[in-house]
């Protein structure tokens, strides 16, 4: 579990099932040969996000959030992330090592920093 300090409150992000869950069937991909589709919107997010989109950032934080309690809507996640007194490389700094160590994004977030090393 991840928090932030947003405002003087205090948000958890989780990068556990309903994270998943709420950011796949955003993107889809056919499968090719088997006329079927497979949903990948949190690899797609996460790509992005490690290449830089602060979008991306913002939907991974808004996805990360949902359930929890507070809830930080996406405005105020925008308004944070435009603040200059957030530092932007420190987020993503911390976004990424919570992305490699939680069992559910561990392995997608590792392949996907290993293929940007290339």
Known sequence: MMELTINGNIYSFNFGFAFMKELNPKVTQSVDGIGKSE??????????????????LVTI???????????????????????????????CKTVTDFL???????RETQKLLAALER
């Open 39 to 56: 949903q990948i919107g949190m690899k797609y997010e996460i790509a992005n996000f490690l290449d830089g989109s602060v979008e991306s």
């Open 61 to 91: 934080l808004h996805a990360a959030n949902k359930g929890q309690n507070p809830r930080l809507n996406r405005a105020a996640l925008e308004a944070y992330i435009e603040d200059p007194d957030t530092d932007i490389d420190d987020l």
């Open 100 to 106: 490699s160590k939680a069992n559910v994004t561990r």
